[in-house]
């Protein structure tokens, strides 16, 4: 389920739950009980409805075109890590949900920063499909022979600035931005925490590849396309053999928390409406003329409580209006008597 809030939910959730307070105060003090607890379902079905709830899959169409969206992806070593579809290196299954998660965002501008020990705009924000898909295609991880550990939020200013460089050319355009990667924290200090300005990450997501068990990463020689022959091995004082990478959730989750964005799990096979579907709120506030939304939508079923209530309290008030009038008008005549 999704929604889509016509005022921004910041303001319409407090100010729904002060009214329902004072309702259910009301019906527990109050003389008319049944009244003030009518009113409590009202203000309640009428919050669900100005919520837009919804299910199933949405169609940003043209209004994704209102959205830069950047792309934070782990080229380090441990990209390589061989325990994604069944033997695959995880950064397989980080290119693919990059081009399927562009194919559900038709028109956005697109961006691409890769990091291992340092960070790098592959691609500024552009709107040309085609130059997206050739970024994608030629990420490779980090030569092997360089690889000196690396920080899971080295990106971390780079991202802040091409946010903020994003929001003084266009201001109206959402941003977005998907962090994929394996959170192993493999720098000799402490992962600086991500800070983006406030405003600047309207959604998007965290998106975590490898398993507990971890997996063997194949070694970048830097000579062509191909992964070398052999596996990174392990040289660390207590270890031997081939080298094994593992996920770090926990740390992914703190990514995601730092950037407000939710946290999900990625395994071949997985689609992406559900990473999409944090995007469609952004997009469709932008452009909800253009936008349309392939779900069904929820919010007209509340709003038909909303006709009843409303028309059973118009009803309960013409009637006590009606009770009153003739005592009115018997009062009116004894005084002019």
Known sequence: MSFAPVIFWWLLLPLAAVLMAGCLWLALTGVERIAWLRRT??????????????????????ASAQLDVIFVVDTTSSS???????????????????????????GAHLSLISFDQDAVVKLPLTSDRNAFDNAVDILSPEITLYSRGSSVTVAAKTLQSRLAAAQKSHPERARVVFYLGDGEQTASTPPAPFQPQQGLISAGAVLGYGTAAGGKMKENTGFGAAPGPGYIQDNSSDGHGDAISKIDENMLKQIAQQLGVPYQHRQAGDGVDSVTGSVAGAALKLDGSSGSRAQFELYWIFGLGVLALAGWELFDTLRQWRSIQPRRKKTTEQVGR
Not at 55 to 62: E, I, P, Q, W
């Open 80 to 106: 390589m890590a061989e325990d994604y579809a069944k033997g695959k290196p995880r950064l397989d299954g980080m290119k693919a949900d990059m081009l399927a998660i562009a194919d559900k965002l038709p």
């Open 41 to 62: 379902a009202l203000t309640l079905l009428l919050l669900l409805t100005l919520l837009r709830p919804g299910v199933g899959t949405v169609d940003l169409s043209a």
